[in-house]
């Protein structure tokens, strides 16, 4: 189960870094200052995307976001627990979250 998941983890690094994303290497690791951050764990650690601009329309996360920091526009955007953004909708400043971000758009 730990050999899937690490393996799972990996994967979803590779579709970040694909992405445009900033992931940098654990021994460089910094918070990202600007823009809207997700993490795929509540501990701010691990896989990250980082959108420096928000389309106007939904985007969907490519992994299970369960951390957010928002540095664009304060609480004009959500997050929501399904994709396409359907299902229940939060907005966020610098926190976990009690369910998992799916996917995201501007109030």
């Known amino acids: 189960m730990l050999k899937i998941l690490a393996a799972g983890l990996l994967s979803v690094s590779a579709l970040v870094t694909d992405s445009g994303a900033a992931n940098p290497s654990p021994a460089r690791f910094e ?6 951050t997700f993490w795929a764990q509540k501990s701010f650690n691990g896989p990250y995307i980082n959108y420096q601009t928000v389309s106007t329309g ?3 996360l490519p992994f299970d ?17 399904g994709p396409d953004c359907t299902g229940i909708a939060f907005g ?4 976990s979250f009690n369910h998992a971000a799916k996917s995201f758009k501007p109030r």
């Not at 957010?68 to 304060?74: D, F, K």
């Open 65 to 81: 976001a369960w951390a957010g920091l928002n540095m664009i526009s304060g609480d004009q955007i959500l997050a929501y627990t």
């Open 58 to 60: 939904c985007t969907n």
């Open 92 to 95: 966020f400043s610098f926190h």
């Open 31 to 36: 918070i990202p200052s600007s823009g809207l």
